[in-house]
């Protein structure tokens, strides 16, 4: 086998993993559960609290990311190799043992002191943020300084030499050529936090109309064996997951 | 305008040893040094990207060490001229003027001049990808003159270029030079370059300005064997002083055999004296009574305009290097005779 053979063989194979996978639940699909699970108030709440509570945690992960890519990116100092190391830390460590360190977080006189006078995070909207927002924040600022890393210090620096202060800088110079990087990282750090479960019920619980995202309503569903009911909301993850990463292509492309 | 003095930075793996270096108002400066001396360290200091450890940058007086990148108004060419790619020529070109916020009549008036004596006025909406070399570089130059910055500094732009496009772009910093009366400071490891469009020139090697001076200064007076060698001259001879006769000062030259008259005295009476002849003060000698005459024979080496010659002498071990104009490269092997004036034999100090 040629190696130009081996090697698209081996790309056709992740297509087959993934399609195969999707593709195997189509056995149990059932369009009217599909239909009742779109016109479900439980699932619309789903839905829109998996989608409100991924934007809320990509905007606090991206307000983050922007200056935190750029200072790794750009300068040298004190503690940085540590902060890149701590980058992966949500990756090596379970989403559980992500929410359970939450959870023992807010069990310590700081957190209990935050949930009592700033904002109630256990078992709540604000918690299913968090946990999303500390999964996703890591990988953010990875993929915001491989942005600003694509951009030539040199430009910058002749930017600053035509007077621009280094804030009019980054407006005008770096954030525009980075932002084809920049989309790409928030569209998949969304998509990273809409699919987000293991830290989210960890923190949040399970509590329909309450805490219930659309990862945490699959797991309801398959829990009670319920097979029909978990493909339909698998599918609709899945609609949503897909259409978020297909403009992120298409965006990068348009503004090519 | 741009003065430094006894400028130091420690680097991981280099140092900047005690620069001073003084740019006049209206002059082109060279500093000129092999890759590795510390030109690009040096370059970031004045533009304040680095700060230094002890020593002082003056503009116009006033210490501008702690001074913003922004507010030193330095225009800077690097190499790759950073061209912003997302944005036209035109945004390009008013980026500096804009960001200064120097919007005016008059800064117009300077702009519309640029881009007429550059002419790049077909270019304006043209993006930087869709650009030549030569016309890249035009408008990196206008851009970097549109906000009239306090000095130009030149980052070995014309290196990447072919021989031709770079001859044609010195003229046209020439030309900006006498029109726009720009000071600039160019960066460079071009011997060439340096010497075709400076005023002035400071050697840079190993983090230390070894000599800086007029660039006629230099080039026929280099201080030491370092520069020399540096300067591509290739004829240096250690030499033993014998003494003075009426205005001249003798110096026995072993691998020459000849003892060779200068018009400068040695540096250390006694000692081992280094001597260096520039190839272009060797002439072929017609007269009998030419000063430091040698016989010999020549093999000539065709260089581009001109012809390297190798001159041999009868007696003696070493070689001279000569430039030679319209010398033949047929009448190879033929004896002649060189001559050295004695104003061209150069005592060098290490």
Redesign the interface.
Known sequence: MSFRRMTIFAALFVLLLYGGLILSILYFFDGKTLWESLSSARTLFSIRLSLIAATFATVLALLIALPAGYALSRFHFRGRQIIDTFLEFPMIVSPAALGAVILIFFNNPLGDWIQEHLVTFIFSFAGIVLAQFVTITGVTVRFVKSAFDEVPHELETTARTLGATPWHSFLTVSLPLARRGIIAATILSWAKALGEFGATITVAGTMAMRTETLPIAIYMHLETADIKGTVALILILVAIGLSALFATRWLLERSR | MLRIENLSLQLDDFQLKAIDLEIKKGECHALLGPSGSGKSTLVSTI?G?KKPDSGHLYLEERIIDRW???S?????L?Q?L?L???LDVEKNLR??IK??K?ESAETERHLQDLIDTVQIRPLLHRMPATLSGGERQRVALV??LA?Q?NLL?LDEPFSALDSHLRRELWNLVLRIRQEFETTMLLITHDLAEAFYLSDNISILIDGKIRQSGKREEIFFHPKSEKIARYLGIRNIFTANYIGKKVDKFLFDVPELAITLQADHPPHQPGDKQLLAIRPESIQISEREDDNNRIEGEIETLPMGSSTLGIFTPVQGTGTLELQLHGYSPLEQKKKVYVAISSKDVILLNE
Not at chain 2, 72 to 76: K, Q, T, V
Request: aromatic share 16%.
């Open positions: 533009l990207l913003s990148v922004e030193r108004a330095f225009g800077y690097p790759n950073a912003f790619p997302h980026y500096g960001a200064r120097l851009r970097a906000p910055p500094l």
